[in-house]
């Protein structure tokens, strides 16, 4: 399947990318711990930093961008539920954000997707061990 950029799919990671801050936000609410507010702090800046660069993209590509769809978050009831929703979100993006860097040439397209690409994959790694650590308080 090719993930040659078109407005179709600059859409979905914009959306992508304002849903996974409307989740981390969730979150946030959920934790209670200070470093793992930190975490999700960090993580929502570089979400808020990819929401940016591709609506530029968007604008440079296509034009004005039109009015977004509302963010939504949804995730279990249980935090450790949010934050395997979280890790799956993003090992998903991680890859949708691959398939668009290799299938795409030119800078202005391939640099904020890799970018992006890269951050999904730390967060990914970050409440992977978040999520161990809340599994091992459980247990103890």
Request: charged fraction near 30%.
């Amino acid at each position: 399947m090719s993930h040659r950029l078109t407005q179709e799919l600059l859409l979905k990671a914009i959306e992508g990318e304002q849903n996974a801050i409307a989740g981390y936000e969730h979150m946030k609410s959920m934790a209670g711990q200070p470093e793992i507010i930190e975490t999700l702090n960090r993580i929502i800046l570089d979400e808020h930093k990819h929401l940016k660069s591709f609506e530029e993209l968007f604008r440079r590509k296509f034009g004005k961008l039109t009015e977004s769809p509302p963010m939504k978050q949804t995730c279990g009831p249980e935090f450790t539920d949010c934050i395997a929703q979280a890790v799956n979100d993003e090992l998903e993006s991680y890859e949708f954000y691959r398939d668009i860097v290799r299938d795409n040439s030119g800078e202005q397209i391939r640099v904020p997707f890799f970018d992006a690409m890269t951050d999904e994959n730390e967060h990914a790694i970050r409440l992977n061990l978040m999520f161990a650590q809340q599994i091992a308080k459980r247990v103890m």
